[in-house]
């Protein structure tokens, strides 16, 4: 039976669906690259105006050609892909590329001729890769499927790099500086639209392939996060690194939150969240991209994020440093052992963080402290930066590097002047050489804050299964404060204690000091702002007459807000305010984020996300990131805050993520007061909005 895979990379028979003899058509291209190459398998050329192209018999129409046919290539008009799609369902085609374009890039209508096709193909029991996309490419086996120019430009050899790329422009652009670099492929596939086949069923299929060992991935948006998340988890367990080249840093959109959470994190942190859990190396340059994977093959992630930096020539050097400082890495110097080691042997260095050797360390001075800091566990990784030597005799670097290199510890290698041959020599005994100083910053931070998958939280449905009931009890697509806190409770957090108030004259009750009182509308979000929020309120006369005023404001400036009356809660103070929030992101999924909170939540952005659910071993890891609640910790004698129960309560928000059926798209407890240490937190206000 062929699989997908096969169909896909390794099929028996192409048909190229708008072939043609004009050879300086973009459509000739497909059907010369398959011959170049050498394919095996059956050319079937479909052109209802030829009998013969490129030495291949022709076709009218697919329906035609004789079969099996895995694989179709569609090159025609948008208007005409739709019968082309069902002359493949009908003879049978396994999987169709689609090098068309005019669907859902082009918005509405676009999108809805793309649903037509699909829901033509998923009828018909076919896949899909595209529309608009420039095809795919199977080194290994000599099966390009593809109009793509850089394809036909370069000698291709075989090798152990896989693409995934959501642009067929920047494969070729990869393809093109990998090989400039003499770094090999196995598979290349370009996606376009992902209409059908997305970025995480295609990195799926490359993780399991024989000749793979590393997956690069240029990302536009994650459209199948779910299925990626698998990829890297499956790559992980088969030593295959994925590393990740994502545009869309901004964060535009943020802006239609209705909670904090939504509008503070922003779209590329949250995508930052998903490929650290997850395993996945993210760099930030194209450059990087290409030149890491030397880097992190074979090796498993670091246990920390220092790293030492040796050169003879100090500029370059500084460079490579400047660019892991700015990233948050640490540069260690030597350490007093080793400077005594080194000096034992006529060679004095200072206890600087970059070891510059005067004249580039001759006399083996060089290869004797690199032997050092590689043996050395103070840092977790090596730069090496080489000066105009590596160009004049680039064979030096096997005294210098090679010569040291025995795999336990990587080594990155920076060459400060141009140094091809160098560089080659790097490779092809398994160092990794960069071209830049950028490119080496960049490709290191990726590798030193590179972690295992996070391990997959188990959640046992009586944890959440009577905030789950509650929630379906209120049949909203939004809950007021008072239904949210509820739902907290029901997971397990402490709620302030409040009651329902709907007239002044309800307002009596026995309070004990001081009280909040709020006006309570599913419809107003964000009630300080609205100016709806008094503390401090004593006496049954003052809370009545502040009812009163809530209520006459609530009608005159909100007219269109259901409003329920007000919520009268005790005052409460802690040693500490947190904003506790939940958001299920259209490509993430899940994240619970933990930030300073209060009326100052979005003034001082200090926050820390997670994929959600977490465990409260991963909660504890959130709070200690947060500098500011390392003062409820113990610092400096100062009072501490009850950690343990902040724990619990953020695994229990992110318990959310668990409800089947309840679509919580976002949640907020703010601000959750954290008390002394084994008093608890409690919650003081809370939304909860559905999706």
């Known amino acids: 039976m062929t699989t997908l895979a096969d169909a896909i990379f390794r099929p028996r028979a192409v048909a190229l669906i708008g072939a043609t003899a004009d050879q300086a058509k973009n459509n000739a291209r497909a059907q010369r690259v398959l011959k170049k190459s050498g394919y095996g398998g059956r050319i079937l050329p479909i052109n209802p105006k030829a009998a013969e192209i490129m030495g291949d018999a022709a076709y009218p129409d697919i329906r035609a050609a004789p079969g099996p046919i895995d694989h179709a290539f569609i090159m025609v008009p948008a208007a005409a892909v739709p019968d082309a799609i069902a002359g493949c369902v009908e003879a049978g085609v396994k999987v169709a590329t689609l090098y068309s374009a005019g669907f859902a890039e082009l918005g509405p209508e676009g999108r809805a001729a793309q649903d037509r096709i699909v829901a033509i193909a998923r009828e018909g029991g076919m896949r899909l890769i595209g529309p608009n996309c420039l095809g795919l490419v199977n080194v290994t086996d000599g099966v390009p499927i593809t109009n793509n120019a850089a394809v036909e430009a370069e000698d291709l050899r075989p090798g152990w790099l896989s693409v995934v790329s959501q642009s067929g422009s920047m494969m070729g652009a990869l393809l093109s500086r990998a090989m400039s670099r003499g770094f090999t492929f196995a598979k290349l596939a370009s996606l376009g639209n992902e209409c059908d086949i997305g970025a995480g069923e295609m990195a799926e299929i490359m993780v399991e392939d024989e ?157 004797t402290v690199l032997k050092e800091l590689v043996a050395s566990d103070h840092c977790d990784a090596v730069v090496a930066v080489l000066g105009s030597t590596a160009r004049l005799r680039p064979g030096q670097v096997n005294e210098n590097v090679l010569d040291v290199y025995d795999g336990s510890k990587p080594i990155a290698v920076f060459a400060a002047p141009q140094a091809d041959e160098a560089l080659r020599l790097l490779d092809a005994a398994g160092v990794a050489g960069f071209r830049t100083p950028e490119t080496c910053a960049d490709a290191l931070h990726a590798f030193l804050n590179w972690r295992a998958p996070k391990p997959e939280e188990t959640v046992p449905r009586a944890a959440w299964q009577d905030a789950a009931e509650r ?45 909040a009182i709020k006006l309570l509308s599913p419809d107003i979000l964000h009630k300080t702002d609205a100016g709806l929020v008094r503390l401090d309120v004593e006496s049954d006369a003052a809370i009545a007459a502040t009812v009163a005023e809530l209520l006459s404001i609530a009608h005159d400036q909100f007219p269109e807000a259901r409003v329920k009356g007000v919520l009268v809660a005790p005052m409460h103070s802690g040693l500490a305010e947190v904003i506790l929030g939940y958001r299920r992101d259209p490509e993430v999924g899940p994240v619970v984020m933990l930030g300073m909170g209060g009326v100052l939540a979005e003034l001082k952005r200090s926050y820390c996300v997670r994929l959600a659910p977490v465990s409260e071993a991963t909660a504890l890891e959130m709070i200690a990131a947060l500098p500011e609640l390392q003062l409820i910790q113990g610092f400096r004698n100062l009072p501490r805050g009850d950690v343990a129960a902040l724990a619990r309560a953020i695994r229990a928000i992110s318990l959310l993520a668990c409800l089947d059926g309840a679509a919580v798209q976002e949640a907020e407890i703010n601000p959750l007061i954290i008390r002394a240490e084994g008093k608890g937190v409690v919650a003081v206000d809370g939304l909860i909005a559905l999706g």
């Open 211 to 367: 000749a793979t060992r590393c997956v690069l991935m240029f990302l536009e948006t994650l459209r199948d996060a779910p299925r990626l998340a698998d990829a890297a988890r499956r790559a992980h367990a088969l030593g295959k690194p994925v590393i990740v080249y994502k545009l869309g840093r901004s964060d535009v959109g943020r802006a239609i939150a209705v909670s904090h959470t939504g509008a503070m994190v922003g779209a590329d942190e949250l995508a930052a969240t998903f490929f650290r859990e997850n395993g996945i190396l993210r760099v930030e340059t194209l450059e990087g991209l290409v030149e890491l994977p030397r880097l992190v093959l074979g090796r498993i992630p670091p246990r920390g994020n220092r790293v030492a930096v040796l050169t003879g020539t100090g500029g370059g050097a500084a460079m490579v440093v400047d660019g892991v400082g700015l990233r948050g890495d640490v540069v260690v110097g030597p350490t007093p052992a080793m400077r005594e080691r080194l000096a034992a042997q006529g060679i004095h260095i200072s206890d600087s963080p970059l070891i510059d050797l005067p004249m580039g360390g001759g006399q083996g001075q060089y290869t």
């Open 471 to 515: 929630l379906y009890a209120v049949g909203a697509p939004r809950l007021d404060e008072a239904q949210a806190c509820a739902v907290f409770e029901a997971l397990g957090i402490e709620g302030s204690g409040s009651r329902i108030v709907t007239t002044p004259e309800d307002a009596k009750g026995d309070y004990i000091g001081p009280v």
